[in-house]
């Protein structure tokens, strides 16, 4: 049998800590916070606070209810994986109907201006 040996990627506390960071950048740090947390999750108030606290951090399904309702947590956890813009992949549909949202208007801003496009 072999040791194992060397250190995980990150630690279980650096992982909470960042979880939490996450939870209270969108959420805020009020009692409405771990209601939603609640709803979103299943998990009892405890389990949360402990959660926006940084004292331990979401697990298996909880994790995935979070990342289902949460871009913010999606984004710390593809920053705590090193894939920061594994995320931006996820995004590209939206940004093209914006990017054509916008084009069209900037046509019909020329064409009402009386400007040919070319």
Known sequence: MMTKT?????SHEQYAEDLAKALRLELGTTHQAAKT??????????????????????RGEHLIAL?????VTLAAI??????P?????LELPLLRKRLQAA????DAFLY??????T
Request: without cysteine.
């Open 85 to 89: 813009f594994a995320g931006t992949v």
């Open 103 to 106: 084009v069209e208007g900037i």
């Open 112 to 117: 009402l201006g009386g400007v040919q496009i």
């Open 6 to 10: 060397g250190n995980s990627f990150l």
């Open 37 to 58: 947390l609640m709803r979103w999750t299943n998990a009892n108030e405890r389990t949360v606070k402990n959660w926006m606290a940084g004292s331990s951090g979401p």
């Open 78 to 83: 593809m920053a705590m994986a090193d894939r």
């Open 67 to 71: 990342i289902k309702n949460s871009d």
